[in-house]
């Protein structure tokens, strides 16, 4: 665990790290920040000027200056005081990727007076020298890290400062409130005059508003992040392991013409159209003795409460007579004709007509199916399930698999659109607190209980606000911050 201590007595040093990947690679940058960094890092290179300008690159040999022994040749970039990324003096050296060169190099440093950075180090100094604030640095991180074009988008949003914009907004809001109940306590004896405080209290629910928007991409966030799970949902052998390969486009899970293969859950990532899905393929839904069977059985069961959407896959031979082989007539008209396939009607008639929001309709295997039958359970399915949209998809041929991950993308309504930013528990949790605060703020001045009560309420909503921006902190924030960083951030 790093701690504030760790990171604030070791302020005054200078740092470096490898900031770019693992070795080897074709380019290798070691970032030196800190007071003493241009004067370390002329002891290590040769024929540079006496004066070098900021942000401009000089290029170089680099020397060991113990012995004099060339290390390397390539570039040293120069960042003023006050004009980096950490904000401090920084030399950045460009060198040829290779282990040695680095581990050379960083011991050099290091005996130049130099110490290695703590993870994260970099962005700290950035976030304490005021460059950033505390949203900015998790965006960093978060950047880094991010896996879908969504998330670094919103991502890179928080670090232009969007997210920071929003919440410095409310703070200014809550501070201008918060001065003006605080001048009823010190001016006047009796309570607040009435259209003051009926002021006070629009104002208190307009900022309750604001955060509400501001957490409402709360959820956005989280799907974005994690990625939006979706469970594939059907009998056995309705071909949902097949369409689960489609889908991802390679061979994932068994597929076999014997039901129950599929006895656990299956779960694969995939990107489309730049957002994140969690595929699940899972056992089929029936009665079964066998006990592992069951258990899958049940596994699929649960699941369908732990998915954002659910695939309902229906095998095209269920609507024909008989087995998928006689294709003579469809069943369609199984509601009236409920004693020809009873049991398997009333399940259909049931699925369909019970279907929630976050249930897609797939009728499997299509290339089983005529024209004519088509249009048979497209009327069928529309008189039971109203403006629903149902997809006819083959594995086989390939028809419908696109479509349906269209489907997917859109019914999961992941919408962070340019101006949208990320919204981490820790934001939500400090908003939600504040947004607590404010209502017992509320309170207080609706039950008269006199503006002292009131400031006290807004005091805890303002610290949770500023929180988030990082202006006050502790131990327990910096470790959760930044202990999840790499060396050379
Ligand atoms: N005609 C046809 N058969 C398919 C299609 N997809 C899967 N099958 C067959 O249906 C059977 C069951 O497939 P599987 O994916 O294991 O079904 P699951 O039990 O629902 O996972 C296998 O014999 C597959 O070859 C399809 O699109 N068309
Ligand atoms: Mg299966």
Redesign the pocket.
């Known amino acids: 665990m790093l701690g504030e201590s760790q990171y604030i007595e070791g302020q005054t040093d200078t740092i470096y790290a490898l900031t770019t990947g693992a070795t080897p690679s074709g380019v290798a940058v070691v970032r030196l920040s800190g007071d003493k960094s241009w004067q370390i890092a002329r002891t290590l290179s040769k024929n540079l000027p006496e004066n070098i300008e900021s942000h401009r690159a000089y290029f170089t040999s680099i020397c060991d200056p113990q012995n004099e022994e060339i290390l390397d040749e390539g570039l040293l970039l120069f960042f003023a005081n006050g004009k980096s990324y950490t904000g401090e003096q920084t030399c950045e050296f460009q060198v040829h990727g290779s282990a040695v060169v680095v581990r050379d190099l960083c011991s050099a440093l290091n005996s130049q007076g130099a110490r290695s950075a703590l993870r994260g180090e970099f962005t700290f100094r950035a976030f304490v020298n005021g460059r950033i604030d505390l949203t900015q640095a998790e965006a960093v991180l978060e950047l880094i890290h991010s896996e879908s074009s969504k998330e670094a988008r919103a991502s890179l949003n928080n670090l232009r400062g969007i997210l920071s914009k929003n919440i410095t907004e409310i703070e200014a809001e809550l501070v201008r409130i918060l001065a003006h109940v605080e001048v009823g306590i010190d001016f006047t004896e009796e309570r607040l005059d009435h259209s003051v405080e009926s002021d006070f209290l629009s104002q208190i629910e307009e900022l309750s508003k604001q955060i509400g928007t501001i957490l409402s991409n709360y959820r956005q966030s989280k799907l974005v992040k994690t990625g939006l799970r979706v469970g594939l949902f059907?009998a056995?052998?309705?071909?949902?392991?097949?369409l689960f390969n489609q889908i991802l486009g390679r061979e994932r899970s068994i597929?076999?013409?014997d039901?129950g293969?599929?006895r656990d859950y299956v779960e694969a990532e995939m990107l489309f159209r730049g957002i994140k899905l969690r595929l699940i393929d899972t056992a089929?839904l029936h009665e079964t003795s066998d006990l592992v069977e069951a258990q899958g059985v049940q596994r699929a069961q649960d699941l369908k409460k732990d998915v954002d959407l659910k695939v309902l896959?229906f095998d095209a031979s269920l609507f024909l007579n008989g087995s998928s082989s006689s294709r003579s007539q469809i069943n369609l008209d199984c509601m009236q004709h409920e004693n020809e396939s009873l049991q398997l009607s009333d399940w259909v008639t049931s699925q369909f007509t019970q279907l929630a929001s976050d249930e897609i309709v797939v009728v499997?295997?299509s290339?089983?199916l005529s024209q004519q039958e088509r249009i048979k359970i497209l009327g069928i399915f529309k008189a039971m399930s109203g403006e629903r949209e149902l997809l006819f998809v083959?594995?086989?041929s390939g028809e419908g698999v696109k479509s349906l991950s269209e489907l997917i993308a859109k019914s999961g309504n992941v919408s962070l659109d340019e101006t949208d930013f990320m919204i981490q528990s820790r934001h939500a949790d400090a908003l939600m607190q504040a947004k607590r605060a404010l209502l017992e703020a509320k309170t207080s001045l609706d039950e008269g209980l006199g503006p002292e009560c009131a400031a006290l309420d807004l005091r805890i909503a303002l610290d949770q606000i500023q929180r988030i921006l990082g202006k006050t902190f502790n131990d327990d924030i910096l470790n959760h911050v930044f202990s999840e960083f790499c060396i050379g951030k």
Do not use: I, R
Request: hydrophobic share 25%; no cysteine; aromatic share 0%.
């Open positions: 059907g056995p052998n309705a071909g949902k392991s097949s597929v076999s013409k039901a293969t599929t089929g896959v499997h295997k290339d089983l083959s594995s086989l």
